[in-house]
């Protein structure tokens, strides 16, 4: 009589394999985020670089705050393109450039910032509403906008708002300056102007450095604001930060032009708890 074949016994605990998964990749995002939070530029750059070598496309898109992963094999950011294939430009010196940039990108995607819900709406709004402004004025050219960590930032390009080498607004400036104070004044968030530059030397009886000229545009920016728009002075705050802050390469004329800009901050209430009081 032919025996009974035993049953297989099924195992109660393959379970454990996807929670090993789980913890394992739980264990490399948190890693991930305390290395982030204690930035250190060269690392940084080498892990960047790392990752944009294993998926072979750039991580982030330079001058965004959007993830990129999809551009197709072997694909490069402008701005590593103009870095990597400029002969001129030592290697060294071009992937640390290419780091700052992307460590930027990376601060502003994982840095949490947990605003309330209303708020959120409300600078989305801001934001439509000042891209419609500037789309019906054919200035999207010339002023940008973008969601950050500290809220919104609209970036007025140089070559609409100011002569080269100056700090007095142009007219055409002057009038789309108007209009976006007014939106501003509705927003009453906190406000912070920031001058900056290119790194091409100014040394002028009136501007020895790039520092001051950056500095005098975000000072006429606040001041023509306070006079004409009444908005209160403690809303406001100036910075100038010349060369030292770009968004974009300055090996092109292009990445030049885009860094000559002045900013304005509208800060959202977690930006504000860590201003000065």
């Known amino acids: 009589m032919r025996k009974k074949k035993a049953a297989e016994h099924v195992s109660q605990e393959r379970w454990l394999v996807s929670y090993a998964d789980f913890i394992t990749l739980l264990f490399a995002f948190f890693t991930t985020m305390y290395a982030i939070s204690t930035v250190d530029a060269q690392k940084m750059g080498r892990m960047v670089l790392s990752m944009r070598a294993s998926f072979n496309s750039p991580v982030f898109v330079p001058g965004s705050d959007t993830l990129s992963l999809s551009e197709g094999q072997g694909a490069g950011s402008p701005l590593s393109r103009d870095l990597m294939e400029n002969v001129d430009v030592p290697k060294e010196k071009a992937l640390e450039e290419y780091s700052v940039q992307n460590l930027k990108s990376l601060q502003a995607n994982f840095i949490p910032n947990a605003l309330p819900k209303g708020e959120v709406i409300a600078l989305t709004r801001l934001k439509e509403n000042v891209d419609s402004l500037v789309a019906s004025r054919s200035m999207s050219s010339k002023v940008r906008t973008r969601m950050e960590a500290r809220g919104l930032v609209i970036s007025l390009g140089e070559g609409g708002f100011f002569d080269s080498g100056s700090d007095q607004l142009k007219p055409e400036g002057r009038d789309l300056l108007d209009a976006l104070a007014q939106r501003l ?65 300055n090996l092109t004329p292009e990445g030049r032009a885009r860094n000559r800009r002045v900013d304005i901050v509208v800060l959202n209430s977690s930006a504000v708890r860590s201003e000065p009081r």
């Open 185 to 249: 004044l509705i927003a009453e968030n906190q406000i912070r102007i920031e001058g900056h530059t290119d790194n091409v030397p100014i040394q002028t009886t009136r501007f020895p450095s790039n520092w001051e000229l950056s500095t005098a545009r975000a000072t006429t920016i606040v001041s023509y604001l306070v006079r004409r728009f009444d908005f209160t002075p403690a809303r406001l705050s100036a910075a100038g930060y010349g060369e030292f802050c770009q968004i974009d390469t």
